[in-house]
């Protein structure tokens, strides 16, 4: 079982480029969540899925979409990235019904926007 | 506004040496309060406080959650260098499930 997975694992990318960072999850979870992680701000949350057909914004969304075709897959794309977009991006799933579980995190996309 | 802050940021200690960390939290409906460790990749899950369960531990690892200060501990007894890592506490409000993330606090254990 492989849990979450998240492609690239880091990428260097030239700012007005488009990018599209993949997650996808064998756990059957309905909720899924992207993160960005800076130093000193901790995780911030992007955008997140409840369930497969529906998105949400989160604390930080400008310059980020996100679609939930299916119950797996969570991408996040960048329409034109932006240095302040250099980041570490970690997507997240949990399992619902029940507010009060945990979210499983992937391994990380580092990305780099010059 | 929802809130999380962690204290302190950052933490050396040595091993053998016990550490408290610290999370306080300003919520308007609390649902839940998670820690997480972070070492070099993912956050990793340990332990999850709610109104029914303030008090939770697993080996040398202990968290308690006060709800009457808003504000929850992380302990750790006996450090090893394995436990270097970002310790992030986690705020769960409303009926969203999501969660809000304070800034972590780096733990390093030297030899």
């Known amino acids: 079982i492989a849990g979450i997975t998240q492609a690239p694992t880091s990428q260097i990318l030239a700012a007005g480029r488009r990018m599209t960072l993949r997650c996808t999850q064998d756990m059957r979870h309905n909720a899924m969540y992207w993160y960005r992680q800076d130093l000193g701000l901790g995780l911030r949350l992007i955008h997140y899925?409840?369930?497969?057909?529906?998105?949400g914004k989160g604390e930080v969304p400008d310059g980020y979409s996100v679609s939930r075709a299916n119950t797996d897959d969570f991408p996040l794309t960048l329409a034109s990235a932006v240095p302040s977009q250099t980041s570490v991006y970690f997507c997240a799933s949990r399992d619902m019904p029940g507010l009060h579980n945990e979210q499983f995190f992937g391994p990380g996309t580092r990305l780099t926007v010059l | 506004e929802d809130k999380v802050v962690q204290s302190p940021l950052s933490l050396v200690v040595h091993e053998g040496d016990t550490v408290t960390l610290n999370c306080s939290y300003e919520?308007?409906?609390?649902?839940?309060l998670l820690w997480y460790k972070q070492e070099k990749k993912a956050p990793t899950f340990l332990f999850m406080l709610?109104?029914?369960?303030i008090e939770k531990k697993s080996g040398r690892l202990s968290s308690i959650l006060d709800k009457k200060e808003l504000s929850s501990i992380l302990n750790i007894t006996a450090t090893q260098t394995g436990d270097s890592a970002i310790y992030l506490c986690a705020l769960g409000s409303g009926n969203t499930g999501k969660l809000i993330f304070g800034q972590g606090t780096t733990l390093q254990v030297k030899p």
């Open positions: 709610t109104s029914s369960g």
């Open positions: 899925s409840n369930t497969a057909g529906t998105t």
């Open positions: 919520v308007t409906n609390f649902r839940s």
